[in-house]
């Protein structure tokens, strides 16, 4: 090695920093022309889908439901406009959860409501584990539901704030009640940094932001704290500390990033509850078969690669504080060489993307169960397609397959041949006879990340043969798909709700394209958050050495702002750019299927 290249890591950590200004202003500017180009696009949309009732007045008023039902309380009840739901338990003095031992207690409360003149349906939705009722026009909901608990009475029922068992109510808001309260605890830190400014008091010692650091960007530590406290309270509580600390030192810039990142994961949020109201009675209506599967809530997750880069660059920050401190001998310093090596760059980047990307499959109608297995989507090196999920007069199947394709995926159809199938490159699709759990278990002991599509038909057929076990079709599609890495349910008119999958698209492939859409993205955006983690926090090592070791005869440099906070900056611009490049691609052209999967024939 050509010792004399040291000497030019200085002034390339020098460049690096210098030109990162004017990456961000320049990505800055391309992302507003993409925004734009997003915003005409939705514009346009609203006023196609308007009727009677304005879509953006529409979207405001279930905008202004969420915000009402996430400072309402913490009970368990759903509520939007005539329709509710609540959850039932067994009352005191009888063991068990409603909906698993006394299923014909809640059909008795059900049947006593749909008897009364202002309740258009009530039924027991098995798999949500509440009852679901739709008021009739101007009937007092707020009545009715006191109406609906002395009904659960005297059957032995009572309201409970969370269902025994069951899945998560897709309405939910306790994640917007999350990020609003961690975007209340940075507005409040900077706040008190301003104030602390203004008032010359004196800064804290760095070694209580590092430790928050640790504490937040580890993956093992976050687990361990979310398994002790909750997800909800720790990661709060990692909020406030984060919050606090950096107020400590008077550093409102990583205050205002991590604000950036609590406001679009605030629109997430409620973005996807809203999204549930929206297709409310496309998915919860009387007779529309449901499915819990719980199964999926407690599969292992395969291995995240943010999570794997922020464990390996933990690791070597501890150790370079390690040697600091025996190199300096100060608290400060050794705080400060831990900081250096931050990887929130991607970390954080990662939660724009994701969030965006939420708000984008939202405004599909897609219902995001599961956010957090959408960070396997930089991962995922294979897709599943289940025959039943890509009918022959759908015309977007082909487009699906071909947006697997494009997305680099190997594709597997199992259950029958897909349409499109035989337009495809050669080695473009394999077709495959096992079962869906065999398939999706072999790949995933294999060491790929597999995304599965599927629908559930309640005419009890799939499209493809019996398991072959002597099972019937519907469980082994069922098991195959809530065991892979992301489980994609269509829940279009015709099709069961599987309220188990990571994510659920009642309008058809249109979904599923999208997500595979944002599949390509999410790795590019990765790639180069990598990229500017790796950068930033190599500059603000060489840059920290030069505070203790005047290398070469040169002075320390100081340039006025921390590269890893530049490199933090920067990949979240690049986060909302690429979510907008997401939002703007147009779904190719639908052409109907003709026959034999041949092309039409020319006059």
């Not at 997305?407 to 050669?426: C, D, I, K, S, T």
């Amino acid at each position: 090695m050509d010792l004399r290249l040291l000497t030019r890591l200085p002034a390339l950590g020098l460049g690096m920093t210098l030109t990162a200004p004017r990456y961000v202003l320049h990505q800055s500017a391309s992302l507003a022309g993409t925004l734009a180009h997003a915003a005409s696009e939705v514009v346009g949309a609203g006023a196609d889908l308007a009727r009677g009732e304005g879509a953006a007045a529409g979207a405001a008023v279930r905008v202004m439901r969420v915000a009402r039902h996430a400072m309402a309380g913490t009970d368990g009840r759903w509520q939007a406009g005539q329709r509710f739901h609540l959850p039932l338990r067994a009352g005191p003095g009888r063991g068990g959860a409603a909906g698993r031992g006394d299923e014909a207690a809640v059909a008795e409360v059900a049947a006593e409501l749909r008897q009364r003149p202002d309740v258009r349906f009530a039924y027991w939705d098995i798999a949500l584990a509440r009852l679901v009722v739709h008021a009739a026009p101007g009937t007092a909901v707020d009545g009715l539901v006191d109406v609906t608990t002395e009904l659960a009475a005297k059957h032995g029922l009572a309201p409970s704030a969370e269902p025994a068992e069951g899945v998560p109510h897709p309405g939910g808001v306790r994640d917007v009640r999350m990020a609003a309260a961690a975007l209340a605890f940075d507005a409040a830190g900077i706040a008190a940094t301003m104030g602390a400014r203004a008032l010359h008091l004196p800064r804290a010692s760095h070694l209580a932001t590092a430790t928050v650091s640790l504490l937040r960007e580890d993956p093992r530590m976050r687990r361990a704290l979310r398994h002790r406290l909750g997800r909800t309270a720790a990661d709060v509580l990692l909020a406030a500390a984060h919050a606090t600390a950096h107020a400590a030192v008077q550093s409102p810039t990583p205050i205002v990033l991590d604000a950036v990142v609590r406001a679009a994961q605030l629109v997430e949020a409620v973005a996807r509850a809203a999204a549930f109201d929206a297709g409310h009675d496309e998915v919860c209506v009387p007779g529309r078969i449901g499915m819990g599967g719980e199964a999926a809530v407690s599969r292992p997750a395969p291995a995240d690669p943010v999570d794997d880069y922020a464990a390996k660059a933990n690791a070597v920050r501890l150790a370079g504080g390690a040697g600091a401190l025996r190199l300096n001998r100060n608290l400060d310093y050794a705080a400060r060489a831990v900081l250096a090596g931050s990887p929130k760059a991607l970390r954080h980047g990662t939660g724009v993307y994701l969030a965006g990307i939420g708000c984008v499959l939202a405004r599909e109608g897609v219902l995001v169960r599961a956010p957090e297995r959408l960070r396997l989507l930089s991962a995922v090196d294979t897709a599943v397609l289940h025959a039943s999920a890509l009918r022959e007069a759908d015309p977007r199947a082909a487009t699906v397959l071909d947006a697997a394709r494009r997305a680099g995926l190997r594709v597997l159809v199992v259950g029958g041949r897909a349409p499109g199938e035989a337009a495809a490159p050669a080695g473009g699709i394999t077709r495959t006879p096992e079962p869906l759990p065999d398939v999706v278990h072999d790949l995933q002991r294999n060491g790929h990340v597999v995304l599965t599509v599927a629908r559930l038909r309640t005419d009890g057929g799939q499209g493809g043969q019996d398991g072959g076990d002597g099972a019937p079709a519907d469980s082994n599609v069922l098991a195959g798909l809530l065991s892979s890495d992301i489980a994609v349910a269509l829940a279009d008119p015709g099709s069961a709700v599987v309220w188990g999958a990571d994510v659920l698209c009642p309008r058809g492939l249109a979904g599923v394209w999208r997500l595979l859409v944002a599949v390509p993205a999410a790795r590019r955006f990765q790639r180069h958050a990598k990229v500017f983690a790796e950068g930033g926090g190599t500059l603000a090592g060489l840059l920290l050495l030069t505070e203790s070791v005047r290398l070469w005869g040169m002075p320390p440099v100081s340039l006025g702002a921390n590269p890893v906070t530049l490199a933090d900056a920067a990949a979240r611009v690049l986060g909302f750019r690429s979510v907008a490049t997401v939002a703007v691609t147009s779904p190719p052209i639908l052409r109907s299927p003709v026959p034999g999967h041949a092309p039409p024939p020319k006059k």
